[in-house]
C-alpha cells in the first residue's frame, strides 16, 4: 500500500469509505461536508463530482484512530504507538527513480501553467481565497544539502503565483540561507500522497531526512522522482506535484485563514513562483480541513511517541503520554512512575521549554489514564494545589497562530502537577474492586447490552 489510491481502496473493502456522488462546489461546500462528518465521527469521503473540475477531492482519510490505524496495517489502534516506535527506529533510505505516475501529464512554461485549474476549496467565508490545506513542501538546505519536508499552508494567488506562510523549521531555516544569498528557494509541492508521508512531514526533527523518516514508517524506501523546473524532488505515486521557487526579499499579505486554532489568521509571508505542475491522469487532490480531529491524530500519535522518547532518554520514568485532540495540539497529559518530589517540576520545565508547540502540559500519576479527559480532571481536581504545584514560564516564543499570543510573538507556558506526595500516597489511594470482578461485569454488560463499558 504505497500510494493514496491503494490507501482509498482498503478504505472501501473496510467500510470506511463514503463516494459523495452529489456535485459539490469547492467554494464552502466541500469544507462543510468535511466539518460534519467529522463531528459525526463519520469516514473518509471522496468527492466524485467537483464543480467545474473532473479531478476528484478526498478528505476526512484518517479522521479516526481506526483508520490511521489501517494506514499503519495495523490490525487494532491499540499497536499504533507500538508500532510507530518500532518503525521510527528503523533506517530507511529513500531512492531516486527517473518517473513515475505523477509524470503522467507534464505543465511547463508561463502560459500554461495555472493553479486555478486544479479544484482547491476554500474553506471558511473569510478567508482571503482557496487554500491548499495538505501540501507536502520538499526543498534541500542550500547550505548543508539536507532534504527535508513541511506541511505548510498554502494561499493560491494566481495562476503562477502562492503565498507560503513559513513558521516552522526546517523550511524556513531552508528560505532564511537561500535568502542570505540572494537566492530563491527550488520548493516541490506534493498533493494527494499515503498518510504515513503526511504524517511524517509534521514529524518533529529539523536535522533529519523526512522523506527517510517517512520510508520507515511505511516499512519500504519511498520513490521520489526529480522536478522537471526545479532541484527538489517528491514522490514518485503523488497525484500531484506543483514546483515553484520561494522568491528572496519577497513578503505579500497572505490570508485570512480560519487556522487550527478556530480563528483566522493573516500575515506577511513568503512568495512561490510556481514554474510547473505534473499530475496523474485524472488526479485526487486531498483536502484536510482545519479543525477537524484528523489534524490532531496525524499529529498526534507521532507527537506523543517523539515526546515520549524524547522524555525516556532524559531518564523520567514515562509510562505514558496523550496529546489533547481539542487542544490543537497544545496540551498534553504525562504520567509517570514518580521517583522523588522534584520529578514533575523538572519534567514540567523540560516539556515546556522544549517543545515549542506545547503550551500547557499536566504530569499525573500512573494511576491516572492520561487518556480519559474525566480522569485527568479528576486528578487535578483532587491532587494539586495551586500556590504549590504550578509551573509557570513567561515570555517564551509563542505559535504565530495562537490569537492570545502577547506582543513581540511571546506567550507563557502552564504546568500542572497533579501527583501524588510521596509520604501521602496511602491517603490518596484510589478506591477500587478487584479487577477480575471489573472484567467480569464488563463482559457481561456488554453482552446483555451489545456496548462496551469503560473500565478504570
Known amino acids: 500500500m504505497k500510494d ?67 494506514a499503519f496495517g495495523a490490525q487494532s489502534d491499540l499497536e499504533l504507538l507500538e508500532m510507530y516506535q518500532k518503525r521510527r527506529a528503523r533506517r530507511m533510505t529513500p531512492r531516486t527513480v527517473r518517473s513515475g505516475p505523477v509524470k503522467e501529464v507534464v505543465i511547463k512554461g508561463e502560459k ?67 535568502e542570505e544569498k540572494k537566492k530563491p528557494l527550488d520548493v516541490a509541492i506534493s498533493l494527494g500522497v499515503h498518510p ?106 507521532a507527537g506523543e511517541a517523539e515526546m515520549t522518547r524524547m522524555l525516556k532518554e532524559r531518564g523520567f520514568a514515562v509510562t505514558a503520554l496523550a496529546i489533547t485532540p481539542s487542544s490543537n495540539r497544545t496540551h498534553v497529559a504525562i504520567s509517570i512512575q514518580k521517583k522523588h518530589e522534584s520529578e514533575p517540576r523538572q519534567l514540567l520545565h523540560f516539556i515546556l521549554s522544549g517543545v515549542p508547540y506545547i503550551k500547557h502540559a499536566v504530569v499525573v500519576d500512573d494511576d491516572v489514564n492520561v487518556n480519559d479527559a474525566e480522569d485527568i480532571e479528576w486528578a487535578v481536581a483532587t491532587r494539586f494545589q495551586g500556590d504549590l504545584d504550578l509551573v509557570v514560564i513567561p515570555d517564551m516564543r ?8 502577547k506582543q513581540g510573538n511571546f506567550m507563557t507556558k502552564v504546568g500542572l502537577d497533579a501527583t501524588v506526595p510521596l509520604p501521602l500516597r496511602e491517603r490518596f489511594k484510589r478506591i477500587t474492586v478487584p479487577l477480575e470482578v471489573t472484567e467480569k461485569v464488563a463482559g457481561i454488560v456488554s453482552r446483555l447490552w451489545g456496548k462496551g463499558v469503560k473500565s478504570q
Request: proline share 7%; with cysteine.
Open 398 to 405: 509563542a505559535r504565530s497562530i495562537d490569537p492570545s499570543k
Open 196 to 301: 504515513i508521508i503526511l504524517l511524517a512531514s509534521i514529524v518533529s526533527s529539523p536535522t533529519e531526512d523526512k522523506v527517510a523518516i517517512a520510508s520507515s514508517l511505511m516499512g519500504s524506501p519511498i520513490s521520489l522522482v526529480k522536478g522537471e523546473t526545479v532541484n527538489a524532488e517528491a514522490p514518485a505515486d503523488a497525484e500531484v506535484v506543483i514546483e515553484g521557487r520561494i522568491l528572496p526579499n519577497v513578503r505579500e499579505k497572505e490570508g485570512p485563514f480560519g487556522e487550527t486554532s478556530g480563528y483566522y489568521f493573516s500575515d506577511e509571508s513568503h512568495v512561490i513562483e510556481v514554474t510547473a505542475i505534473t499530475h496523474r491522469e485524472s488526479p485526487i487532490i486531498q483536502a484536510l480541513h482545519p479543525t477537524v480531529h484528523e489534524v490532531s491524530l496525524l499529529g498526534g500519535p
Open 112 to 178: 500554461k501553467v495555472d493553479l486555478n485549474a486544479l479544484p482547491i476549496p476554500t474553506y471558511h467565508e473569510g478567508d482571503g481565497g482557496p487554500y491548499v490545506t495538505c501540501g507536502i513542501l520538499a526543498a534541500k538546505d542550500p547550505v548543508s544539502g539536507l532534504r527535508s519536508m513541511g506541511l505548510h499552508r498554502l494561499h493560491i494567488k494566481g495562476p503562477r503565483r502562492v503565498g507560503v506562510h513559513l513558521s516552522n523549521p526546517p523550511i524556513s531555516r531552508f528560505a532564511a540561507e537561500a
Open 4 to 70: 493514496l489510491r491503494q490507501f482509498l481502496d482498503m478504505l472501501k473493502k473496510n467500510g470506511e469509505l463514503l463516494s459523495i456522488t452529489d456535485e459539490v462546489d469547492p467554494r464552502f461546500e466541500i469544507s462543510e461536508f468535511l466539518r460534519q462528518v467529522d463531528k459525526a465521527g463519520g469516514p473518509a469521503l471522496l468527492f466524485e463530482k467537483v464543480k467545474g473540475n473532473s479531478a476528484r477531492i478526498a478528505g476526512n482519510l484518517v479522521g479516526t484512530r481506526r483508520r490511521l490505524a489501517l
